[in-house]
């Protein structure tokens, strides 16, 4: 029995790489293969070296060669090895060899798995750093379907052979966690970095599915991505799918709009097709490659110091079900949301944001962090082919507020009157005046008081939603009939 001293503390003990491996390898139901494409065969040198593994490894394959990799899983549309779509392909064709070769009647306990990774490690320059997709399929009873996990990584190491010993970490962990965790798919995120460092690698898409995963919501998921810090942002195309974010933004032109959108309004969507109006006649943009991007901030996901899950997700099915993209980010700087967006493009971009937005990014407090303070930030923020779109503010006076009345602070008016005059503020001048008095938050308070009036101020649509999903802390009325 293991002795227990006195002032000793409880903590959870983390199992080793090698406890990990040799403890699948020694379950006799779990047994699978191994394809990996791209950097070496790292996680199954983890389960090889634990010892045990004929019980667990059917096979172990690393389809180099492209010819030889289009032959075993068929050829990628766009000609590409690293994607989704060749990880599906891969679990695919190996769980489907599986099945063909091991026969039920003669493994009627064996609980079948292939794991697959298609992955770039770092260039000879060393610009690329690379990334990769990496995948699960597995049963927990003999006779169940699939579960499958899978999830998109990038390498934030200098170094390929570091990158591959960290994937080969990774897969275990994901292995190991696939059969072990799964019931709590919160924690098994977490679990993904056990002997890694955020520094090491970011996951920035994870999926899963599944009769084991029927009760999980991927959007949520994605937005432990966030929280735990194990991304900087996270993406949701208009159907309310995870998607890469590199698959959306990549040489695009971009226009973001920033808000809490709790909920979005009348004014949100005004702004978003004025500002997308004026950023499709600007030069070097074109419609064809322009993505537009609703985004908010994780800051501004909380309630009282905690991510409010369900108040995110409102959010998330309100923009999707407007036909929008969303992003969800740590950014708390506008100039930070740039320089992400910079890694996906060079094409032009554009911000659109209300006075008091423009007025806080003017602000010195926000940039004491840099070593080079505000104007740091707004080389970062303006020295790409940035413009922003600045819708107008209503005074309580009647006045309004735009571009050529804003105070910024006195140290900042010269700053700001450089790249006024520069063309990169730009006033939106064709807006609905109406809309002008509309806000997220007088909206959210009616709805809590039980007001009437507030669907007036949302677009077509939103207020049958909120109704019908209860959200927002929406109280439907209950209607009771006489039969």
């Known amino acids: 029995m293991e002795i227990s001293l006195k002032g000793d503390k409880e903590f959870e003990e983390i199992p080793s790489i090698k406890t990990k491996a040799l403890r699948i390898n020694l379950n006799e139901h779990i047994y699978g293969t191994f394809a990996e494409i791209g950097a070496g065969q790292e996680t199954v040198r983890q389960f090889f070296r634990a010892g045990g593994a004929s019980g667990t490894i059917a096979k172990a394959m690393s389809a180099y060669d492209k010819d030889f990799s289009d032959a075993i899983y ?29 026969t039920r009647d003669k493994h009627p306990n064996k609980l079948f798995f292939s794991y697959a990774n298609t992955v770039t490690t770092i260039d000879f320059a060393k610009k690329y750093k690379g990334h990769g997709w990496v995948g699960i399929r597995y049963q927990i009873e003999p006779n169940q379907d699939y579960n499958e996990i899978t999830l998109h990584l990038r390498f934030k190491e200098n170094d390929a052979r570091l990158q591959q010993e960290t994937l080969g970490v990774l897969g275990t962990n994901l292995i190991y966690g696939a059969y072990y965790k799964y019931n709590e798919p919160k924690k098994l995120l977490r679990y993904l970095y056990d002997h890694l460092d955020k520094d090491q690698l970011e996951i920035d898409t994870i999926n899963f599915s599944g009769p084991v995963f029927e009760e999980v919501d991927n959007r949520l998921m994605s937005l432990q991505l966030v929280k735990n810090g194990m991304t900087d942002a996270v993406m949701f195309a208009p159907d309310g799918n995870n998607v890469l974010p590199a698959r959306v933004l990549y040489k695009k032109n971009i226009l973001a709009l920033r808000g809490s959108f709790r909920p979005v309004t009348k004014v949100n969507m005004d702004m978003f097709q004025r500002s997308y109006d004026m950023f499709i006649k600007e030069n070097k943009v074109d419609v064809e490659k322009t993505q537009v991007v609703f985004e908010i901030t994780l800051s501004n996901l909380r309630a009282e ?179």
């Open 74 to 102: 068929g050829m990628e549309d766009d000609g590409r090895y690293v994607t989704e779509a060749r990880l599906h392909k891969m679990l695919d064709h190996e769980i489907n060899l599986i099945e063909e070769r091991l």
């Open 305 to 483: 110091g905690e991510i409010d899950e369900q108040d995110f997700m409102d959010r998330a099915k309100l923009l999707c079900s407007l036909g929008q993209t969303v992003l969800i980010s740590n950014f708390q700087e506008y100039y930070k949301l740039v320089e992400y967006f910079s890694q996906y493009t060079k094409s032009r971009m554009g911000l659109a944001m209300g006075v008091n937005n423009l007025i806080d990014i003017f602000d010195e407090k926000y940039y004491r962090h840099l070593s080079g303070g505000i104007l740091e930030a707004f080389g970062k923020l303006f020295f790409k082919d940035l413009r922003v779109y600045l819708y107008p503010m209503l005074n309580d006076d009647g006045s309004i507020t735009n571009s050529e009345n804003l105070k910024v602070h006195p140290r900042m008016k010269e700053l700001y009157k450089f790249f006024k005059y520069n063309g990169k503020v730009v006033d939106i001048t064709d807006y609905d005046e109406s809309n002008l008095t509309v806000f997220s938050r007088k909206v959210l308070k009616m709805i809590s008081d039980s007001e009437d009036g507030w669907e007036s101020m949302l677009p077509e649509g939103v207020s049958k939603l909120i109704k019908e999903k209860s959200l927002f802390g929406y109280e439907a009325e209950e209607v009771f009939r006489n039969e």
